[in-house]
């Protein structure tokens, strides 16, 4: 593509080259008007110009795929891209005719996604594949236990591409509280894609930055207590991709949660009504005097404005059917336990 840039522009400056540029001594006498005209005339052809590498390279088979941003594709990563925090990254490798490149990266405190296209050289009669699984990633030279997920697919300039996705919480090496650093750098490797086998590896200096930025942390410490259950919000946590809330249950010690009253999940409202997610009661049991206590976290989707408060709803599970080897339940609400939490920035 480089080559392609290099040449047009060796072209242009060859017939700029065969014809000096003189300036009349006239010019100077012109009128406004017609200076005024001859300025327009030459933004006018620089616009052409301009148009010109526009058009060749936006519609060139080489850079379709890098045109579009891949992780605005996706509905998890969509609004991440509409709010301008995935970073533009521009870097491959190329061996044996297939080139891998990175084009965008979202990363915050406990997440990390990019995007990857494969191409191959014009000759390739066979195009192997790349699967997700054989995507290794390191930070800082330590290589991750697994990326949590990955898809592709064909494109519609038929290269390959699609997203690899990585969340701490679910590496089971690492600790829970774990998060990934302000800056750090990020190296992919691919060993094999399919048959063929070599080193396609990648080197990406990463940064938070953007997401720290876009970050919003609340400390509300709202409780709710009816018949000696108390729930607590102590903290949440609005990070672009996703949002964390840390709660803290206290139940009596006769309390079972196998019970079809007992609480089993939290979900979560925003302001507007809109579902954020649900999530399962955890964390490990501590006895307090006559309580047991459970402190955890969940995580649920990040809404496209930051609400003024979160509305949170309590479910027991209700049996839906059943068949000869699985049980269907459904979350009902347990209203003398729903709250909601306001949100107060105490920055402003």
């Given at each position: 593509?480089?080559?392609?840039?290099?040449?047009?522009?060796?072209?242009?400056?060859?017939?700029?080259?065969?014809?000096?540029?003189?300036?009349?001594?006239?010019?100077?006498?012109?009128?406004?008007?017609?200076?005024?005209?001859?300025?327009?005339?030459?933004?006018?052809?620089?616009?052409?110009?301009?148009?010109?590498?526009?058009?060749?390279?936006?519609?060139?088979?080489?850079?379709?795929?890098?045109?579009?941003?891949?992780?605005?594709?996706?509905?998890?990563?969509?609004?991440?891209?509409?709010?301008?925090?995935?970073?533009?990254?521009?870097?491959?490798?190329?061996?044996?005719?297939?080139?891998?490149?990175?084009?965008?990266?979202?990363?915050?405190?406990?997440?990390?996604?990019?995007?990857?296209?494969q191409s191959y050289t014009k000759d390739m009669e066979y195009k192997p594949a790349l699967n997700s699984n054989d995507v290794q990633l390191y930070i800082n030279g330590k290589?991750?236990?697994?990326?949590?997920?990955?898809?592709?697919?064909?494109?519609?300039?038929?290269?390959?591409?699609?997203i690899v996705y990585y969340n701490v919480v679910y590496d089971n090496k690492l600790e829970q509280k774990m998060i990934l650093p302000e800056e750090f750098q990020l190296t992919?490797?691919?060993?094999?894609?399919?048959?063929?086998q070599d080193n396609w590896i990648i080197d990406i200096p990463v940064s938070r930055k953007l997401s720290d930025h876009a970050t919003k942390t609340y400390e509300p410490i709202?409780?709710?207590?009816?018949?000696?259950?108390?729930?607590?919000?102590?903290?949440?946590?609005?990070?672009?991709?996703?949002?964390?809330?840390?709660?803290?249950?206290?139940?009596?010690?006769?309390?079972?949660?196998?019970?079809?009253?007992?609480?089993?999940?939290?979900?979560?409202?925003?302001?507007?009504?809109?579902?954020?997610?649900?999530?399962?009661?955890?964390?490990?049991?501590?006895?307090?005097?006559?309580?047991?206590?459970?402190?955890?976290?969940?995580?649920?989707?990040?809404?496209?404005?930051?609400?003024?408060?979160?509305?949170?709803?309590?479910?027991?599970?209700?049996?839906?059917?059943?068949?000869?080897?699985?049980?269907?339940?459904?979350?009902?609400?347990?209203?003398?336990?729903?709250?909601?939490?306001?949100?107060?920035?105490?920055?402003?």
């Amino acid at each position: 593509m480089n080559g392609s840039i290099d040449d047009l522009l060796k072209n242009s400056a060859d017939l700029v080259n065969q014809k000096k540029l003189t300036l009349e001594k006239g010019y100077l006498k012109k009128t406004p008007g017609v200076r005024q005209l001859n300025k327009r005339l030459i933004a006018l052809s620089l616009s052409m110009v301009i148009c010109f590498f526009v058009i060749t390279l936006a519609y060139s088979p080489q850079v379709l795929a890098y045109v579009a941003n891949l992780l605005s594709l996706e509905s998890l990563t969509k609004q991440i891209v509409e709010k301008g925090l995935s970073t533009p990254v521009g870097k491959g490798v190329s061996k044996q005719g297939i080139s891998l490149n990175v084009e965008n990266l979202y990363v915050d405190q406990n997440e990390l996604v990019f995007d990857m296209v494969q191409s191959y050289t014009k000759d390739m009669e066979y195009k192997p594949a790349l699967n997700s699984n054989d995507v290794q990633l390191y930070i800082n030279g330590k290589k991750l236990e697994s990326h949590s997920g990955g898809e592709f697919h064909t494109l519609q300039d038929g290269n390959y591409g699609g997203i690899v996705y990585y969340n701490v919480v679910y590496d089971n090496k690492l600790e829970q509280k774990m998060i990934l650093p302000e800056e750090f750098q990020l190296t992919i490797k691919v060993n094999k894609i399919e048959s063929f086998q070599d080193n396609w590896i990648i080197d990406i200096p990463v940064s938070r930055k953007l997401s720290d930025h876009a970050t919003k942390t609340y400390e509300p410490i709202v409780s709710k207590k009816v018949d000696g259950v108390t729930i607590t919000v102590s903290k949440v946590v609005f990070r672009p991709l996703s949002t964390y809330i840390e709660y803290e249950i206290a139940v009596p010690l006769n309390y079972s949660f196998t019970d079809n009253s007992s609480i089993s999940n939290i979900q979560v409202k925003d302001d507007k009504g809109n579902t954020l997610g649900t999530g399962s009661i955890g964390g490990e049991e501590k006895k307090e005097g006559s309580m047991k206590m459970y402190r955890f976290t969940n995580e649920y989707h990040t809404p496209k404005e930051l609400p003024d408060h979160l509305q949170i709803i309590p479910q027991r599970k209700i049996e839906e059917k059943r068949t000869d080897s699985v049980v269907y339940y459904r979350g009902e609400a347990i209203e003398k336990l729903i709250f909601n939490v306001p949100l107060i920035d105490n920055n402003k």
